[in-house]
């Protein structure tokens, strides 16, 4: 039994009412990719809840969802305060939400993109599996090593990001707490 919701956001800190948004990049095979987290103001983070990661639709980038992130951490906080009250706990928590780009669309193009003829582009694929091994590094990198007692992430995909989510699912089952659809794109052969 549980429930979460998304995230997403814009450049340097941004700072809307009830949360703060981080711009960031990380590397990946000596790419630049970039990804936002979403932290609400006023509330410690806490070690005890797992981050969520939005996997947003083919073409677009984190920045997609902007407007449904104050609605969606509202509910989210609800949520976990009554969690955290019904387990006896006095502290304040907060769930980190992130947003990431894929290879090739949002934010997160190779340097000196041209069609596929630039020596950062050689053998370079826009695809599925890149795609699956980018957020499994991502996860493992980024969202899990910064959070000091997770070992799983909740995914919430759209779209493209749907399909995603269900090869996580598989590839990755002792690191996935729990998947969310929106609208995914069907998954055949698996």
């Not at 669309?105 to 050689?122: A, F, L, T």
Request: hydrophobic letters at 40%.
């Amino acid at each position: 039994n549980f429930s979460f919701f998304l995230f997403l956001a814009t450049n340097a800190p941004d700072s809307c009412n009830s949360y703060t948004i981080h711009s960031k990049t990380w590397q990946f095979n000596g790419h630049n990719i970039a990804y936002e987290e979403f932290i609400r103001n006023g509330n410690g983070i806490t070690s005890k809840v797992e981050p969520v990661l939005l996997l947003n639709g083919f073409g677009v980038g984190s920045f997609h969802q902007h407007r449904l992130v104050s609605q969606l951490m509202q509910g989210n906080q609800a949520i976990l305060a009554k969690d955290v009250a019904n387990a006896g706990d006095q502290e304040q928590v907060s769930q980190i939400f992130y947003g990431i780009d894929y290879l090739g669309q949002g934010k997160s193009w190779p340097k000196d993109c041209d069609d596929g003829n630039s020596d950062s582009e050689r053998g370079l694929r826009y695809c599925i599996y890149t795609w699956t091994d980018q957020i499994i590094s991502f996860i493992h990198e980024v969202v899990l090593a910064s959070c000091s007692n997770c070992d799983k992430v909740h995914i919430v995909g759209n779209s493209v990001g749907g399909h995603l989510a269900v090869i996580l699912a598989l590839k990755l089952p002792e690191n996935i707490a729990s998947i969310v659809l929106l609208n995914a794109t069907p998954v055949w052969g698996l």
